[in-house]
C-alpha cells in the first residue's frame, strides 16, 4: 500500500513537473512574440514607403560609370566645352576628364554652391552670395560685387553674352554681364506682367538656359518649371505636384534639371531621389535612377550632360559622380 | 638557518581601529570629490541633437513621464510656410487642408493657418504634442527642417540615466549646460546666445 502510494506521488510530481515546464515554456514563447511584435510595430511610423517603387519598363537608362569624390561635402556638377568634368565642394574644384581621371584641383577660400564653365573654359563659382571667376590654371580672374548678406547663390548659367545666377535668398535670378555688371533682376513677383514670384522653401533653385538659349528656372514651391525671355518676360511653364512618378514630390521640387539637346528636360527631386527625363511640353517619358538606386536621404542631386548625352548625377550623400546612359535598344 | 618569522594575528580592537581610519579617509576623500567637481563644474541637462537624430519616434515612447518631455519645435524663420506642407500633411494627401484624414500629426498637434497665397504658417501646441516626431520626418525628408525634436525643460525630470537616451538608436542624446539647455536652429539659435 505504502509502495503504492509513493508512485502516485511521483506521477503527481512528474504531472506538475511538466505543466509547469509547459506553462513556463507556453507564457516565455508569447512574451518573447509579444515582445518583438511591440519591436516592429511603429504606431508613429512615417510611410513613404509606397511612392518609392519605380516601374521597371520606365527605366530607359543604366548607370555605366562612377568617379568617386574624396571630399567632406560636394555641391556642384559641370561639363566643360572640352568634356571635362567639374565638381565644386568645400573650397575646392575637381576636374576629372571624361573617362573620370582626376586632372587638377583649384583651390578656393569658400565653399563653393555652385558652377558653370565657360567656352574659354573660364569656370564661374557660385560662392554663398558673390560670383569668382577662374582660368584653368587656378588663377582668380574675378570676384564680382556680394548681392548681400540675405543671398543664398545655388545655381550659374550661361548663354553667349550674359550670366545667370540664381538666388534662393532673395528669390531672384540676377543677370550679369560676363564682367559682372549687373544687367536684371528676374522672376519678381509682378502681377501686371503675371510674374509669380518664385516660392523657394529650401535652398535649391536651379536655372539652366535651354537649347534654344532661353532662360528656365525651377519654381520649387509651385512645382513648375518656367521659362523667361532674356530680358525677363515670363513666357510659359509646366509641372505639377505629384507623389506618383509623373510629377514632382513633397514640398518643394524639383532641385535640379538640365537640357538634353533635342530639348527634353532632365530633373532630379528630393524626398523621393529619383531623376526623370520630361519631354519638351513636360510629359514624363522616361526614368534615369528611380528612388532604388539611391541611399535614403539622398538630397541635391546637381545634373549635367556630356556630349555623348550620358547624363552625370553628382550624388552628395555617396559622394560620387554617377554616369548614366540611355539604353541602347531604348528601353 | 633561517628563523620563519611568525605572523602576529591582528587583534579585533585593532581591526576595529584601522577599519575605522580606512573608512573615514574614503568618506573624506569621496566628499571632497564630490564638492570639489560640483563647484567646478557646470549643473548638466540632458537634450536632443537635432543634428544627429533620424527621427526614429522612439523619444514619444521611452520618457518615464507620461507624455514625453521631448516635443517639437518650429523655426520661423528657417519654413517656407509652404501650402504643400510635408510636415503637417499626410504623404500623399488628397487634399491641402486641415481635415483629420489630411493631416499627419497623429495627435493633431499641429495649427495650419493661412497668411496670404500661397503661404500658411504652421504652430505646435505643445500640450497636444506627444513627441513622436512624425512631423519631423516629414519635414526633413521633403522640405528644409525647419520642424525639429527638442527636450523641453519645463517638463524633464533630468533623470540620471535617460532613459530615451539609452534607447536612442543614433545617440543623438547628449549633456549640455544647463545655461545654454537647448540646441535650436534658425535665427533662434543666435537670439537664444544673445540671451
Not at chain 1, 95 to 110: A, K, R, Y
Not at chain 2, 71 to 100: E, I, N, W
Request: proline fraction near 4%; include cysteine.
Amino acid at each position: 500500500m505504502a509502495a503504492f502510494k509513493i508512485k502516485k506521488d511521483r506521477i503527481w510530481s512528474g504531472v506538475i513537473i511538466v505543466l509547469s515546464m509547459a506553462g513556463i515554456l507556453f507564457f516565455g514563447y508569447k512574451a518573447i512574440q509579444e515582445n518583438s511584435k511591440r519591436n516592429q510595430d511603429n504606431p508613429f511610423e512615417y510611410d513613404i514607403e509606397r511612392f518609392m517603387e519605380s516601374d521597371a519598363s520606365l527605366v530607359h537608362y543604366s548607370e555605366v560609370g562612377r568617379i568617386p569624390l574624396e571630399q567632406p561635402h560636394v555641391y556642384g556638377l559641370a561639363v566643360g566645352p572640352e568634356g571635362n568634368i567639374y565638381v565644386s565642394g568645400d573650397k575646392t574644384i575637381l576636374i576629372f576628364n571624361g573617362e573620370g581621371i582626376h586632372q587638377s584641383t583649384i583651390s578656393v577660400d569658400e565653399p563653393v554652391h555652385c558652377l558653370a564653365v565657360e567656352k574659354n573654359r573660364d569656370v564661374y563659382l557660385g560662392m554663398n552670395n558673390h560670383v569668382e571667376v577662374y582660368d584653368l590654371d587656378g588663377k582668380k580672374k574675378a570676384e564680382w560685387e556680394s548681392r548681400g548678406e540675405e543671398a543664398i547663390f545655388t545655381s550659374i548659367a550661361l548663354s553667349e553674352d550674359s550670366v545667370f545666377v540664381a538666388d534662393a535668398g532673395n528669390l531672384i535670378v540676377w543677370k550679369f554681364d560676363k564682367s559682372g555688371n549687373l544687367l536684371k533682376k528676374i522672376g519678381e513677383k509682378d502681377e501686371k506682367k503675371d510674374i509669380p514670384g518664385f516660392i523657394i522653401p529650401s535652398p535649391y533653385f536651379d536655372v539652366a538656359v535651354d537649347p534654344d538659349g532661353f532662360l528656365w528656372a525651377a519654381n520649387t514651391g509651385r512645382h513648375s518649371l518656367e521659362n523667361y525671355t532674356m530680358d525677363g518676360g515670363f513666357r510659359t511653364s509646366w509641372g505639377e505636384f505629384s507623389m506618383g512618378i509623373e510629377g514632382f514630390c513633397g514640398c518643394c521640387n524639383p532641385t535640379h534639371f538640365i537640357f538634353l539637346e533635342d530639348g527634353s528636360f532632365i530633373t532630379s527631386e528630393k524626398g523621393i531621389a529619383r531623376i526623370k527625363v520630361h519631354n519638351q511640353l513636360g510629359e514624363m517619358v522616361s526614368v534615369v535612377a528611380g528612388p532604388d538606386q539611391f541611399v535614403e536621404g539622398t538630397v541635391g542631386l546637381d545634373l549635367a550632360v556630356d556630349s555623348a548625352q550620358r547624363i552625370l548625377v553628382l550624388d552628395p550623400k555617396q559622394k560620387l559622380v554617377r554616369i548614366f546612359a540611355k539604353n541602347q535598344d531604348g528601353q | 638557518m633561517t628563523q620563519k618569522r611568525q605572523k602576529k594575528p591582528m587583534k579585533r580592537r585593532d581591526f576595529i581601529r584601522k577599519g575605522l581610519h580606512t573608512a573615514a579617509g574614503v568618506t573624506i576623500t569621496g566628499l571632497s570629490g564630490i564638492l570639489l567637481s560640483k563647484s567646478s563644474s557646470e549643473e548638466m541637462v540632458w537634450q536632443l541633437d537635432p543634428n544627429i537624430c533620424i527621427q526614429c519616434e522612439k523619444c514619444a515612447v521611452n520618457c518615464v513621464l507620461p507624455l514625453s518631455s521631448v516635443k517639437c519645435v518650429h523655426s520661423f524663420s528657417m519654413c517656407g510656410y509652404c501650402d504643400l506642407c510635408s510636415g503637417y500633411l499626410q504623404p500623399g494627401a488628397r487634399d491641402r487642408d486641415t481635415g483629420a484624414e489630411s493631416q499627419l500629426c497623429p495627435s493633431g498637434a499641429i495649427t495650419r493657418n493661412f497668411i496670404e497665397i500661397p503661404y500658411f504658417e504652421y504652430t505646435i501646441d505643445e500640450k497636444l504634442c506627444i513627441g513622436c516626431g512624425k512631423c519631423v520626418k516629414g519635414c526633413a525628408s521633403f522640405g528644409n527642417g525647419s520642424l525639429y525634436l527638442q527636450n523641453q525643460h519645463d517638463r524633464c525630470l533630468n533623470c540620471n540615466e535617460c532613459s530615451i537616451a539609452r534607447r536612442c538608436p543614433s545617440q543623438a542624446w547628449k549633456r549640455v549646460p544647463a545655461s545654454q539647455p537647448y540646441i535650436l536652429r534658425g535665427d533662434e539659435s543666435q537670439k537664444f546666445l544673445k540671451g
